[in-house]
């Protein structure tokens, strides 16, 4: 499989490793490769920093019924492989820790972990080869949808429930230290519609009692029971969270009557 694209879903492009070097570690099909290239490891629990990021991953998991993978590294980008979980560099975890000036890290590490598991999501749901080598305006779409299921995964890993100015301030300290993944591109949405899109990931998970049914692929999505959240949230009967959170990401992102018409 061809994962060259996989640079429109990168979160981080970062300068530990030149261009080429990047390129040429992703478009390799060969895990052992990639694996030796960036020495992955799986998160060290006697690390504080890497046991708030698996204890993170676990609580993704345990909302999703999913067991995505994580893999540690201290070069190259940050990113959600296909077939192998997603990839954390954990020296730019903490290079953004410090350029956040934030006391709310936790918020912007799950956001981060959020997007990128929501990735995972999609390669299970629609195929590797349907989010990778799809148009522009559809990769737009693609990720305005992973911001919204990581809204809704927010939901679930802090104890206290996830609110959506912590969801802002995490996506305002994105922007204000200029990721990638978190500029307006050909391939990703503008700031406003990020922020729109996070909260409304928020909102339909904490409409929900039960959180089992959010992640349900199973199941449709229960209807709200605030009729102003019904109005907002938009649910249709019979949908499900991915067939839900990819129409709102075509409306969000404004898309044109040829996205329109494609599923």
Sequence with gaps: MNIKPMFFILFFCVPFLASGQ???LLVSNDWETIHQTLNLRKP???NRFESDIESSISKINNA???NIKCWISDKGPIFSHPDFGIVLNIEELRKIFQESKTSSFQSVMSLIIAHEIAHQLQFKVYGANSILQNCKEMKKVYECQADILAGAMLVNISDNGYDEIASINALRVLYNIGTPEYSFSASHPSHEDRRLA???GINVAKSISDQ???FSLRKSLPHPGESK????LNIEN???????????AKRIVNYCMVIAKMS
């Design 64 to 66: 999703i019924g999913y």
């Design 212 to 214: 089992s049914k959010v």
């Design 238 to 248: 019979g949908e499900n969270v991915m067939t839900w959170s990819l129409r709102q």
């Design 229 to 232: 959240l019904r109005g907002i």
């Design 44 to 46: 060290d629990n006697s």
């Design 22 to 24: 990047q390129e040429n």
């Design 198 to 200: 996070v909260s409304m």
